[in-house]
């Protein structure tokens, strides 16, 4: 696994072309860049180039969220994206960036369990086909603070069990974006994560939550960088993608109002700081496994 870096998840607002230096001055691996920046960039430029630009900056290319929503368009504008998917996905399978992940939400006020677990199915299903068709696999992230479930009438899919299996209800090439927030939030453990596949975990998202607020109170837009504060068993969480075998990218998704008030340059410094040593939990685990 490698830290890659998301400016968006610490509140810095970069093109790619200034994001790629950034990381690189900070010492990431990887760059979680958005999947229409990577097809502009192309279309402007070709496939050859792109991928130079991110051997330059000595940087991999990590994961993408899909570009729309499917649970919250319309029908007409699902069709229409539908339409819109393979150019994109052509750009992703040229550049090499096969790890796309969406989230989904704790509940719903209209549907109950079963009717929105079927519609789920039936709007991810042919968008997974067609990232299938590109070498792309998606990860689906829960939702795991109970103050957002609260907030809807219907509870849906907020653990790990219950995304699983609805990863494994839309496709093969479906599975898991890990975040140790929301794990932590749904009070996960050590054991549930024991035995994931590698080739089921696409993405992960690595925090911590802030010291001295009840679990049941946690709010999701207030976070820290992982290993802040010590409250999410990150060495637990690291310990189970390392007997995983997974591969990909790890990036800090902190939601912290402190950190996006910094300087671009400190934020990044931080958060590089911060992915790396999660990562590093990981590799002495693996180490110690040996």
Known sequence: MFSSFNPGHVGIKVSLREGLPLAERHGFSG???ALTALHDEVVAHGAPAVRELFIHHGLRIGAWNLP?????????????????LPPLLATARALGARRA????????????????????????????????????????????????????????????????????????????????????????????????????????????????????????????LPGATGVIDLDGF????????????????????????LPAEEAAARTARATRAAVARAIRSAEHAT
């Open 68 to 84: 729309f929503v499917p649970y919250q368009v319309t029908d007409a504008e699902w069709r229409d994206w539908l339409g819109r």
């Open 31 to 33: 760059y979680d860049a």
């Open 238 to 261: 690291m310990q189970a993608l390392a007997d995983a075998g997974y591969d990909g990218p790890v990036t800090a998704e902190p939601f912290d109002a402190e950190l996006n008030a």
């Open 101 to 224: 992940g969406m989230w989904i939400l704790p509940g719903s006020d209209a549907l109950v369990f079963d009717a929105n677990f079927r519609f789920h199915v039936e709007r991810f299903q042919p968008v997974a086909k067609l990232l299938a068709e590109h070498g792309v696999r998606l990860g689906l992230e829960f939702i795991g603070p109970e103050t957002s479930l609260r907030s809807f009438q219907h509870p849906f899919v907020h653990s790990v069990a219950t995304i699983s299996e609805l990863a494994q209800a839309i496709g093969s090439n479906c599975g898991l974006l890990l975040d140790a927030w929301h794990w932590h939030c749904a009070k996960g453990t050590r054991e549930e994560l024991h035995g994931l596949r590698r080739e089921f975990i696409v993405q992960v998202h690595v925090n911590d939550a802030p010291s001295g607020v009840p679990r049941t109170e946690l709010i999701d837009n207030r976070r820290k």
